[in-house]
């Protein structure tokens, strides 16, 4: 049974600093704490990963005893928040305080950069012993160079004097010759292991730059006092926050090519890792909570409007110059961010002002620059459904152990497999794309709720694209798409228009042409998409004439898109509708203004 010695605010919350004092016969007097510290067995058992950082979860042993022990749980990982350290006795022992501490250090102390500190020390020393003996061959060979000189001299004066001895000219002339040919070769294999050496060395230096990088040459320690009051070992819990942690959701759909069968999907989080601490074989939830906030709502100030002459720029934000959604979002995120910070650093004063000034951000944006279109959108719901707003919190707590090792490229793990009966159909918008698209219906039944995130998708073994699945909740339905699918085609074409004059009026008639052509074995149901010119002045008269077939009859398109003349028809396509049977869709519109005005043109909104 874990027992928590916490201040009521959060996460973020150290142990009460209890202090070590017995009462004896109505006086205190202070227990003895060791001079030397123990340095305490410890092992990474549970870690949370949130957006932005990571709860780690460490067992320590206490030894056996009673007492007051001092337990150093060392090395800490540079990515620790120090401040948010805090530890949980168990049965038999009491917490009664826990602190972070740095010890400047000689060297790094971790493995993996003792062991490459090592290796670079080696090749460095190898390089060394190259050189040298690169040295000697390139004295050697001007020594021969030198003996060349010398005997050339020796065989001309000897000739001069009749005095030459062929033989020992000879030998003389072929020692040179192998002992030059022999020394090159030295030298030539010689420089290339001094270039495999500088190469290797190189390499190993830009690992550890990577490994050290934002580190310096100090020990983390975290520092437990507790008192034991039954003599047999135990163990306590050491919980802290590290940076240079993150988890995003990914998603793979995986559908059957006969079109049968129920889809497959595999959720995934890519997570981030990069905290100088290895999680070897341990509990992981993933969790989309934000563990910095302070257990209490922030102090909410006054909003002060900022005016400025008329035809002067408007005032914006600090770090924002120009009305742009991109700037305004980026800079209440790191408003946002720096306000859970100063909860985690105890900074209040800076929490509390940086959570009113992403506020602040967010209102200007809204009532100076926001248009009619975007908060018709958050009406609706479309922000938080693509995930643009915050989302719900959630937590998954993956079902095996796990390792995930610290190192700078993103590391998948499964968090669920699902499997869910689709609702097959297809969808083409010609007047964009002369492509039908394969679609599925589904409803999400499973026990989680999928967060927004990046789906790829596969039709068999095929990869047919990727999308991006918005928020969905437990028992929600939502849309899924597999691509084009060939073996539907589509064409659209305009068959004729006209302009006439009709009183004060000058009307223009327009009539299209929609072919759908089928060459599958069975039925299909297909979605066809159009849309009509959409004016928001009364200068323009926009009417659909006529159309055949009949327009969708759905109820969420005739209240959403259909007042913003967008067309949809709903077909059944039968396996001969292809070629002079292809299925029409014929429609006539026409739009009416003054004669006196003109259609400046068209654009999208």
Same mark, same amino acid.
């Given at each position: 049974?874990?027992?928590?010695?916490?201040?009521?605010?959060?996460?973020t919350?150290?142990v009460?600093?209890?202090?070590a004092?017995?009462?004896?016969?109505?006086?205190?007097?202070?227990?003895?704490?060791?001079?030397?510290?123990?340095?305490? *067995?410890?092992?990474?058992?549970?870690?949370?990963?949130?957006?932005?950082?990571?709860?780690?979860?460490?067992?320590?042993?206490?030894?056996?005893?009673?007492?007051?022990?001092?337990?150093?749980?060392?090395?800490?990982?540079?990515?620790?928040?120090?401040?948010?350290?805090?530890?949980?006795?168990?049965?038999?022992?009491?917490?009664?305080?826990?602190?972070?501490?740095?010890?400047?250090?000689?060297?790094?102390?971790?493995?993996?950069?003792?062991?490459?500190e090592?290796?670079?020390?080696?090749?460095?020393?190898?390089?060394?012993?190259?050189?040298?003996?690169?040295?000697?061959?390139?004295?050697?060979?001007?020594?021969?160079?030198?003996?060349?000189?010398?005997?050339?001299?020796?065989?001309?004066?000897?000739?001069?004097?009749?005095?030459?001895?062929?033989?020992?000219?000879?030998?003389?002339?072929?020692?040179?010759?192998?002992?030059?040919?022999?020394?090159?070769?030295?030298?030539?294999?010689?420089?290339q292991?001094?270039?495999?050496s500088?190469?290797?060395?190189?390499?190993?230096?830009?690992?550890?730059?990577?490994?050290?990088?934002?580190?310096?040459?100090?020990?983390?320690?975290?520092?437990?006092?507790?008192?034991?009051? *039954?003599?047999?070992?135990?163990?306590?819990?050491?919980?802290?926050?590290?940076?240079?942690?993150?988890?995003?959701p990914?998603?793979?759909?995986?559908?059957?090519?006969?079109?049968?069968?129920?889809?497959?999907?595999?959720?995934?989080?890519?997570?981030?890792?990069?905290?100088?601490?290895?999680?070897?074989?341990?509990?992981?939830?993933?969790?989309?909570?934000?563990?910095?906030?302070?257990?209490?709502?922030?102090?909410?100030?006054?909003?002060?409007?900022?005016?400025?002459?008329?035809?002067?720029?408007?005032?914006?934000p600090?770090?924002?110059?120009?009305?742009?959604?991109?700037?305004?979002?980026?800079?209440?995120?790191?408003?946002?961010?720096?306000?859970?910070?100063?909860?985690?650093?105890?900074?209040?004063?800076?929490?509390?002002?940086?959570?009113?000034?992403?506020?602040?951000?967010?209102?200007?944006?809204?009532?100076?620059?926001s248009?009619?279109?975007?908060l018709?959108?958050?009406?609706?719901?479309?922000?938080?459904?693509?995930?643009?707003?915050?989302?719900?919190?959630?937590?998954?707590?993956?079902?095996?152990?796990?390792?995930?090792?610290s190192?700078?490229?993103?590391?998948?793990?499964?968090?669920?497999?699902?499997?869910?009966?689709p609702?097959?159909?297809?969808?083409?918008?010609?007047?964009?794309?002369?492509?039908?698209?394969?679609?599925?219906?589904?409803?999400?039944?499973?026990?989680?709720?999928?967060?927004?995130?990046?789906?790829?998708?596969?039709?068999?073994?095929?990869?047919?694209?990727?999308?991006?699945?918005?928020?969905?909740?437990?028992?929600?339905?939502?849309?899924?798409?597999?691509?084009?699918d060939?073996?539907?085609?589509?064409?659209?074409?305009?068959?004729?228009?006209?302009?006439?004059?009709?009183?004060?009026?000058?009307?223009?008639?327009?009539?299209y042409?929609?072919?759908?052509?089928?060459?599958?074995?069975?039925?299909?149901?297909?979605?066809?998409?159009?849309?009509?010119?959409?004016?928001?002045?009364?200068?323009?008269?926009?009417?659909?004439?006529?159309?055949?077939?009949?327009?969708?009859?759905?109820?969420?398109?005739?209240?959403? *898109?259909?007042?913003?003349?967008?067309?949809?028809?709903?077909?059944?396509?039968?396996?001969?509708?292809?070629?002079?049977?292809?299925?029409?869709?014929?429609?006539?519109?026409?739009?009416?203004?003054?004669?006196?005005?003109?259609?400046?043109?068209?654009?999208?909104?």
């Open positions: 049974m874990w027992k928590r010695y916490l201040f009521a605010s959060g996460l919350a150290l009460v600093p209890l202090a004092l017995v009462l004896r016969g109505g006086a205190a007097e202070p227990k003895d704490i060791p001079a030397t510290p123990k340095t305490a *067995n410890s092992r990474v058992v549970h870690v949370t990963v949130y957006p932005n950082s990571a709860l780690v979860t460490r067992e320590v042993d206490v030894p056996a005893g009673t007492g007051i022990v001092e337990l150093v749980v060392t090395p800490m990982p540079a990515q620790t928040v120090n401040s948010s350290l805090y530890s949980e006795g168990s049965d038999g022992i009491r917490v009664l305080t826990t602190r972070f501490r740095t010890r400047p250090i000689k060297e790094d102390t971790r493995e993996e950069v003792r062991k490459l090592d290796e670079i020390r080696k090749l460095q020393l190898s390089c060394e012993r190259l050189q040298a003996d690169m040295s000697t061959v390139e004295q050697n060979l001007k020594m021969l160079a030198k003996m060349e000189d010398f005997t050339s001299v020796t065989t001309k004066t000897a000739t001069e004097k009749a005095a030459l001895n062929s033989e020992s000219c000879i030998a003389l002339a072929k020692y040179v010759m192998d002992t030059r040919a022999e020394k090159s070769k030295e030298l030539v294999g010689l420089k292991q001094w270039q495999s500088t190469e290797q060395m190189e390499f190993a230096r830009r690992q550890m730059a990577e490994l050290t990088a934002g580190t310096s040459r100090v020990e983390r320690d975290a520092v437990i006092v507790v008192e034991k009051l *039954n003599a047999s070992a135990g163990k306590v819990r050491l919980n802290y926050l590290v940076d240079a942690a993150a988890w995003r990914q998603y793979k759909f995986r559908a059957a090519k006969d079109e049968k069968g129920n889809i497959q999907v595999e959720y995934l989080a890519a997570v981030v890792q990069q905290t100088g601490e290895n999680w070897n074989d341990v509990n992981i939830t993933l969790s989309t909570a934000a563990p910095t906030l302070n257990a209490a709502p922030p102090d909410l100030k006054m909003l002060e409007v900022a005016v400025a002459p008329r035809g002067a720029p408007q005032p914006m600090p770090g924002i110059n120009a009305p742009n959604k991109m700037e305004f979002e980026q800079q209440t995120k790191n408003l946002r961010s720096q306000g859970q910070r100063g909860y985690v650093e105890k900074d209040l004063g800076n929490a509390v002002k940086n959570f009113n000034d992403a506020a602040a951000v967010e209102q200007t944006w809204q009532l100076l620059y248009s009619r279109d975007e018709a959108g958050v009406v609706k719901g479309k922000q938080a459904r693509d995930g643009s707003d915050e989302g719900p919190s959630v937590t998954y707590d993956i079902q095996t152990r796990l390792s995930v090792p190192r700078p490229d993103e590391q998948i793990i499964e968090v669920a497999r699902l499997e869910m009966e609702e097959i159909f297809y969808k083409t918008v010609p007047v964009l794309a002369p492509h039908v698209y394969r679609q599925a219906n589904l409803t999400n039944k499973s026990k989680f709720v999928l967060l927004p995130g990046e789906a790829t998708m596969y039709q068999g073994s095929d990869f047919v694209g990727r999308m991006n699945l918005p928020l969905v909740a437990i028992g929600e339905q939502f849309t899924v798409g597999f691509g084009v060939p073996q539907l085609q589509v064409q659209r074409v305009m068959v004729d228009k006209n302009r006439t004059t009709e009183g004060g009026n000058q009307v223009f008639k327009f009539e042409r929609i072919l759908v052509s089928s060459y599958k074995a069975e039925p299909v149901t297909v979605q066809v998409w159009d849309r009509l010119p959409h004016a928001e002045k009364e200068a323009v008269g926009i009417n659909l004439i006529k159309t055949a077939p009949e327009l969708s009859k759905d109820a969420i398109y005739l209240r959403e *898109n259909r007042p913003q003349n967008l067309l949809r028809w709903d077909l059944k396509v039968e396996p001969t509708m292809n070629g002079e049977k292809a299925l029409p869709i014929n429609y006539e519109f026409q739009m009416a203004l003054d004669k006196q005005m003109m259609i400046g043109g068209f654009q999208s909104k």
